[in-house]
C-alpha cells in the first residue's frame, strides 16, 4: 500500500502558496494599471494628451508646421513609452487636435471628424462594438483641445508583455524556490527517519522510554506521547499480569476444596455422608460459578477501547425482573429484601451493564448482612437525575477500608462471608462507563451500608420522570 509522501505535502503546499501570490500579484499589477482615473494606462494616455496639447500650441497657425510636430511627438511618445509592444511601430495612436474655436486642425486615420468625447479628463465609451477609454484635455494656454482614444484590446496589449516577463520571473522564483524546499525538506525530516529507527531497534515488551541523539522542539511532542503511551502500556500489562496472578489465586482454593469434597465423597460409606458432601460440593460449585463469572465480567469491563451501547431502557422493569432471581438467595439467608421504584422509569444505559450492577450491589448486600436482616433496593429521580440505592444493616465497612473495597479481589481484613472480592470493582467500573458516580450512604436505620449509584443528567431519557 503506497502511503502519501510527507514530502511531497510540503513541496505541495509551497506550489499552492507561491500560486496563490502569483494570482494576487498579477491581479494587483492588473488592477493598478486598469483602475479608472487612477491607474497607470490611463496616466500614460493622459500625458500622451498633455504633450499633444503643448506641442501643438504653438503650430495652430500653420498646419504643415503642426502635423510635422504631431507626427513626432507621436514617434517619440510610441518608442520611448510604449515600448512594452512586441511591436511598437504597428501601434498607432488615435487623437484629435481643436483649436479654441471648436475647428479640427488634425486628427489620425482612425478619428473621426466629429470630438470622440465632450467630457472632460478620463472617460470611457463604447464606439462601433468596441469598449474605448479617452482623455481629453486643453493646452496651458486654452488655445488647443487634444483627445486621445484608445482601444481596450490596444491597452491591454500593452500590459501582456509586462506581465509576461513578471509571470516568467515568478515561476523561475517558484521553480528554485521549491528546489531548495525540496532539500531543505529531505533534510529536515531525517530526524524522524531517525527516530523512527530507533523504535524499529525496540524489542517486544521493552518500556522503556525512547531516547533519541538529539530532540527537536517539532520532534519532541512525538517522542513525549511515543513515552507516554510506553508508560500506561506497562502500567496495564503489569495490571494484567496482576489480575492473572490474582485470579490464579482466588481460583486456586475452590478448586482444591471441590477437589477434596470429590475425593471425600468417592469414598463416603453412607447415603447421609454422600448427601453431606454432595450439598457441600454443589455449594463449591456455586462458589467458583460465581468467581468465574466475576472475572469475566472485569476482564470485559477493564478491555481496551471498551464500550457499551447505550439505549433507552425501562430500568425500573430491569431491577424488578434481577430482584426476583436474587430473591431465591435471599430467602434462603432468611434476609428480608423490599424493593422501593416508581411502575416505570426509562434512562439511556445499557441494559446489560445496568443489570450487572443491580446484581453486585444485591448480591453483595445479601452476602454480607446476617441471617434475619434486612436488603433494602431504591430507584428515585429527581430533577432530571436517576439514583440506585441499595442499604443493609449488616456489619458495614469501615470509614478507612471504603476507598480499598474498589480494588479488584481487595476483601476487607476478617471477613467470613464468601466472595470474590470483585462486586464493587465491576460496578465502579460500569457506572465510569455511563458517566454515574458511585459513593456511600447510610446502612439501614444508621446501621450496616448504604451504596448509591447516580445517573447523570445526560444518562435521564425523555419522560423518564
Request: hydrophobic share 35%; aromatic share 4%; proline share 4%.
Given at each position: 500500500m503506497k502511503?502519501?509522501?510527507l514530502v511531497r505535502r510540503i513541496i505541495g503546499s509551497q506550489i499552492l502558496m507561491m500560486s496563490l501570490s502569483w494570482m494576487v500579484l498579477v491581479g494587483w499589477l492588473l488592477h493598478t494599471m486598469t483602475t479608472f482615473e487612477g491607474g497607470d494606462l490611463d496616466r500614460r494616455m493622459k500625458y500622451f494628451a498633455e504633450i499633444l496639447a503643448e506641442?501643438?500650441?504653438g503650430s495652430a497657425d500653420d498646419a504643415a508646421l503642426l502635423a510635422q510636430r504631431l507626427?513626432?511627438?507621436?514617434?517619440?511618445?510610441?518608442?520611448?513609452?510604449?515600448e512594452t509592444l512586441e511591436n511598437s511601430e504597428s501601434y498607432e495612436p488615435t487623437y484629435q487636435v481643436f483649436n479654441a474655436r471648436g475647428a479640427l486642425l488634425y486628427r489620425t486615420g482612425l478619428a473621426p471628424q466629429t470630438p470622440l468625447t465632450d467630457r472632460p479628463g478620463?472617460?470611457?465609451?463604447?464606439?462601433?462594438?468596441?469598449?474605448?477609454?479617452?482623455?481629453?484635455?486643453?493646452s496651458s494656454d486654452g488655445n488647443m483641445t487634444v483627445i486621445v482614444g484608445e482601444r481596450e484590446s490596444d491597452r491591454w496589449a500593452s500590459i501582456l508583455p509586462m506581465l509576461r516577463i513578471i509571470g516568467t520571473g515568478q515561476v523561475l522564483i517558484l521553480a528554485s524556490a521549491l528546489l531548495i524546499t525540496w532539500w531543505a525538506t529531505r533534510r529536515g525530516i531525517e530526524p524522524l527517519k531517525l527516530l523512527a529507527q530507533r523504535i524499529s531497534e525496540r524489542q517486544a515488551g521493552d518500556a522503556a522510554p525512547i531516547r533519541a541523539p538529539l530532540v527537536y522542539a517539532e520532534t519532541l511532542p512525538m517522542v513525549q506521547e511515543l513515552n507516554a503511551l510506553l508508560a500506561r502500556e506497562s502500567c496495564r500489562l503489569e495490571a494484567e499480569r496482576g489480575f492473572l496472578a490474582d485470579a490464579a489465586h482466588e481460583l486456586r482454593t475452590p478448586l482444591a476444596a471441590i477437589a477434596a469434597q470429590a475425593h471425600l465423597l468417592m469414598g463416603a460409606g453412607d447415603a447421609t455422608e454422600r448427601q453431606r458432601l454432595c450439598l457441600s460440593l454443589e455449594a463449591g460449585l456455586d462458589r467458583l460459578s460465581h468467581l468465574l463469572r466475576q472475572l469475566l465480567t472485569i476482564a470485559r469491563v477493564d478491555a481496551p477501547g471498551m464500550q457499551f451501547d447505550i439505549v433507552r431502557t425501562d430500568i425500573a422493569v430491569l431491577l424488578r425482573d434481577r430482584l426476583a432471581e436474587l430473591s431465591a438467595?435471599?430467602?434462603?439467608?432468611?434476609?428480608?429484601?423490599?424493593?422501593?421504584?416508581p411502575e416505570t422509569l426509562h434512562a439511556m444505559v445499557n441494559p446489560t451493564g445496568f443489570a450487572s450492577i443491580i446484581d453486585n450491589l444485591v448480591d453483595n448486600a445479601i452476602r454480607y448482612t446476617p441471617?434475619?436482616?434486612?436488603?433494602?433496593?431504591?430507584?428515585?429521580?429527581?430533577?432530571?437525575?436517576?439514583a440506585l440505592i441499595v442499604r443493609?444493616?449488616?456489619?458495614?465497612?469501615?470509614?478507612?477500608?471504603?476507598?480499598?473495597v474498589f480494588q479488584r479481589f481487595y476483601r476487607i481484613p476478617g471477613s467470613t462471608s464468601q466472595g470474590s472480592g470483585l462486586g464493587l470493582a465491576i460496578v465502579q467500573r460500569i457506572a465510569k462507563a455511563h458517566n454515574a458516580s458511585v459513593r456511600f450512604v447510610e446502612g439501614i436505620?444508621?446501621?450496616?451500608?448504604?451504596?448509591m449509584v447516580r445517573l447523570a443528567q445526560a444518562a435521564v431519557a425523555d419522560g423518564a420522570r
Open positions: 502511503h502519501p509522501s506641442t501643438s500650441s507626427r513626432a511627438t507621436q514617434k517619440t511618445y510610441v518608442e520611448g513609452v510604449i478620463i472617460s470611457a465609451a463604447k464606439v462601433g462594438g468596441a469598449q474605448w477609454r479617452f482623455a481629453r484635455v486643453q438467595i435471599a430467602r434462603a439467608r432468611a434476609i428480608g429484601l423490599s424493593l422501593d421504584c441471617s434475619g436482616g434486612c436488603v433494602c433496593v431504591q430507584l428515585q429521580a429527581q430533577d432530571r437525575e436517576i443493609d444493616n449488616g456489619p458495614g465497612i469501615a470509614p478507612g477500608e471504603r476507598d480499598r436505620a444508621g446501621s450496616g451500608l448504604g451504596i
